[in-house]
């Protein structure tokens, strides 16, 4: 009796239940693909290109993903070892030039085509706006753990922690970091880079106009540290003319304080939980709400030390000298170079005593 395995029929017909299986299974997966919505809103011209290009990997994928799970699954169903053939040898092979020609060739020739169109995707969606119009450059500053937007509009230079864009407009990302690599991203405009210290990576988007307009995450999309995830911000797209108003009041020279010293100045205490639970949006000094608990001030952050506890009984100065230079002290259980070392500079001195001043009231009950 001829072997089911070797017998020419039954090759025959183990290979056109290969194709049937084959076939149905890659068009289920590939329907399956292209039906699940990978991802979010698609708010960038660039978008549009990169989500085409994702479901033609998915076409191309998923076929040669069911030829080698078919091959393999029949192979482990046709040619098991039977009871008796613990002993035997496998059957003598030899090379198939003829295969072996088809089956270098074939994924060689899918992966160039794959990888030129990839190519050609990526390098026109980078192209710089038509010439004759100067490019908005906003140089992007990833830290431990929070970015910052540095703008220079027509000579007039301001930073800012969230981001802020016209609808239509394309702008170019100078990415930097100053401490360890993260990695700047805006899901709902496809587009990512890793901010890496030393040198500057950038891209380009166009966020799209009106579709665009409100708000969108901005994630950290490389672990950095303890507070990765919570290094997000959020980017507004505005219409240009609502841009180009915001623009104004960022470069507008501050206004006086109202009516001597002002209501802030007042009741400094006030201030104080005021930044402490927002921060500063402005000048990117990050909420200490955001790390730290504080009963007062319905906080429970983790990622810094529960003030209620290492606060209490000290003094004004100590608590100065934790929010200025954070290293100088850390407390029992935590790491040094954890909290911004900035705030002398985003908070001025006046927030910092209103800061600290709410503080001492709070932890010293
Ligand atoms: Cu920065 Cu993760």
Same mark, same amino acid.
């Given at each position: 009796? &001829?072997?089911?395995?070797?017998?020419?029929?039954?090759?025959?017909r183990?290979v056109?239940q290969?194709?049937?299986?084959?076939?149905?299974a890659s068009?289920?997966g590939i329907? *399956?693909g292209?039906?699940?919505h990978?991802?979010?809103?698609?708010?960038?011209?660039q978008a549009?290109?990169i989500?085409t290009?994702w479901?033609v990997?998915?076409?191309a994928?998923?076929?040669v993903?069911?030829?080698?799970?078919?091959?393999?699954?029949?192979?482990?169903?046709k040619f098991?070892?039977?009871? %008796?053939e613990e002993?035997?040898d496998?059957?003598?092979?030899?090379?198939n030039?003829? *295969?072996e020609v088809?089956w270098?060739?074939?994924p060689?020739?899918?992966?160039v085509?794959?990888?030129?169109y +990839?190519y050609?995707v990526?390098?026109?969606?980078?192209k710089?706006?038509?010439?004759?119009?100067?490019?908005r450059v906003v140089n992007v500053? #990833?830290e431990q753990?929070?970015w910052?937007f540095?703008?220079n509009e027509g000579?007039?230079r301001?930073?800012t922690?969230? *981001?802020?864009?016209?609808? %239509?407009?394309?702008?170019k990302?100078?990415?930097?970091?100053?401490?360890v690599?993260?990695?700047?991203?805006?899901p709902?405009?496809?587009?990512?880079i890793?901010?890496?210290? %030393?040198?500057?990576t950038?891209?380009?988007?166009?966020?799209k106009?009106p579709q665009a307009?409100?708000?969108?995450?901005?994630?950290?999309a490389?672990?950095?540290g303890l507070?990765?995830?919570f290094?997000r911000?959020?980017v507004h797209?505005m219409?240009? !003319?609502?841009?180009?108003?915001w623009?104004?009041?960022?470069t507008?020279p501050?206004?006086? +304080?109202?009516?001597?010293?002002g209501?802030?100045a007042a009741?400094?205490q006030?201030?104080g939980?005021?930044?402490?639970?927002a921060?500063?949006?402005t000048?990117? +000094?990050?909420?200490? +709400?955001t790390?730290?608990?504080l009963?007062?001030?319905?906080a429970t952050?983790t990622i #810094?030390?529960d003030?209620d506890?290492v606060?209490? !009984?000290?003094d004004?100065?100590f608590?100065?000298?934790s929010i200025?230079?954070?290293n100088?002290v850390?407390? &029992?259980g935590?790491?040094p170079n954890i909290?911004p070392?900035n705030?002398?500079?985003?908070l001025s001195g006046?927030?910092?005593?209103a *800061?600290?001043s709410?503080?001492?009231?709070?932890?010293?009950?």
């Amino acid at each position: 009796m &001829p072997d089911e395995r070797t017998s020419t029929a039954a090759r025959r017909r183990t290979v056109q239940q290969m194709v049937v299986v084959g076939v149905i299974a890659s068009a289920m997966g590939i329907a *399956l693909g292209l039906s699940i919505h990978w991802f979010p809103a698609a708010d960038s011209i660039q978008a549009d290109k990169i989500d085409t290009l994702w479901d033609v990997l998915v076409i191309a994928s998923v076929p040669v993903f069911v030829l080698v799970a078919v091959v393999v699954g029949f192979s482990i169903v046709k040619f098991r070892m039977r009871p %008796g053939e613990e002993n035997l040898d496998g059957p003598p092979l030899h090379g198939n030039t003829r *295969l072996e020609v088809i089956w270098t060739a074939v994924p060689a020739t899918l992966i160039v085509g794959l990888v030129a169109y +990839a190519y050609i995707v990526l390098h026109d969606i980078e192209k710089a706006p038509a010439a004759g119009k100067p490019e908005r450059v906003v140089n992007v500053t #990833g830290e431990q753990f929070t970015w910052t937007f540095a703008y220079n509009e027509g000579g007039k230079r301001f930073s800012t922690t969230q *981001l802020y864009l016209p609808a %239509g407009e394309s702008v170019k990302f100078d990415v930097h970091a100053k401490d360890v690599i993260h990695d700047f991203w805006v899901p709902d405009f496809r587009l990512k880079i890793d901010a890496v210290p %030393g040198i500057t990576t950038s891209y380009r988007v166009t966020p799209k106009n009106p579709q665009a307009i409100g708000a969108h995450d901005i994630v950290c999309a490389e672990l950095c540290g303890l507070g990765h995830a919570f290094m997000r911000s959020t980017v507004h797209v505005m219409s240009q !003319g609502n841009f180009a108003a915001w623009v104004r009041k960022q470069t507008a020279p501050p206004k006086p +304080a109202a009516g001597g010293g002002g209501g802030a100045a007042a009741n400094p205490q006030a201030q104080g939980k005021q930044i402490f639970t927002a921060g500063n949006q402005t000048s990117g +000094a990050l909420a200490c +709400a955001t790390c730290h608990t504080l009963t007062d001030a319905g906080a429970t952050g983790t990622i #810094g030390p529960d003030l209620d506890k290492v606060l209490k !009984g000290k003094d004004a100065a100590f608590i100065k000298q934790s929010i200025l230079t954070p290293n100088a002290v850390i407390a &029992p259980g935590y790491q040094p170079n954890i909290m911004p070392p900035n705030y002398g500079s985003t908070l001025s001195g006046g927030q910092v005593d209103a *800061l600290v001043s709410y503080l001492s009231k709070v932890t010293n009950k």
